[in-house]
């Protein structure tokens, strides 16, 4: 009698404990639906290939450059550009380097110092929370796919709004960074390959023969 008694106990709790489940996944917004989308998308990868366009206008310029972009977890990245050919950014995990062809010097920041604009994709390669990442966060549609919008937490005095725009099976497809002083970078991702092989002698960075290395902010 006391065994069914627990047993009829047991199967109530088990199902108290379905229902409820059930009753928090329907609640979910369908924003938070989206950001966790992303987040299960790129927290499952371990590396990714993309080919890249990168539109920068502010300062008196109008700037488009294009090239390969390399990910691999837990957050490295190489951007190779074609356009200009040549010209280099990588982070190996500890510092990020910066490298123009024909430039007398390279570029050598470490990591805590680090707020240029790629690295709000680094991240995306991590144990990633959109929703820990980014402050006053917002979801628009926008055509066939969504623009996730918000301030990148750490980097507030620097960047006004970082938009990502994404499928709807979390996908993002570019990435759009305005800083407080009007500036505005916009990156596009076509040609992606998930989880291609990559070593981190993929993100390594040496020299050039003559080119001296600096420790300093990277250009613009």
């Known amino acids: 009698m006391h065994l069914k008694r627990y047993l009829t106990l047991q199967s109530q709790i088990t199902l108290s404990l379905a229902l409820m489940l059930a009753a928090s996944a329907a609640a979910q917004s369908p924003q ?8 299960d998308h790129y927290n499952h990868l371990a590396s990714l290939r993309a080919r890249y366009r990168e539109h920068y206008t502010g300062m008196g310029m109008d700037r488009s450059e294009s090239g390969t972009l390399l990910l691999k977890k837990p957050g490295r990245m190489a951007w190779h550009y074609d356009v200009p050919a040549g ?8 510092f990020a380097w910066f490298y123009t062809p024909g430039d007398p010097q390279a570029q050598k920041i470490p990591a805590k110092q680090m707020d240029d604009l790629h690295t709000p994709l680094r991240f995306l390669l991590g144990h990633t929370q ?16 969504f623009r996730i919008t918000g301030i990148p937490k750490g980097m507030q005095q620097r960047i006004h709004q970082l938009g990502l725009q994404v499928t709807p099976e979390g996908l993002i497809t570019a990435m759009q960074v305005e800083e407080i002083d009007g500036a505005k970078t916009e990156f596009t991702f076509t040609e992606m390959k998930e989880n291609i092989p990559a070593t981190n002698a993929d993100f390594q960075f040496t020299p050039p023969p003559g080119v001296t290395i600096i420790t300093g902010a990277p250009p613009i």
């Open 87 to 94: 010209k280099l950014f990588v982070f190996d995990g500890k």
């Open 130 to 145: 959109l929703k820990k990442e980014l402050d006053q966060i917002k979801v628009t549609p926008v055509g066939t796919e």
């Open 32 to 39: 938070d639906a989206l950001l966790q989308k992303v987040d």
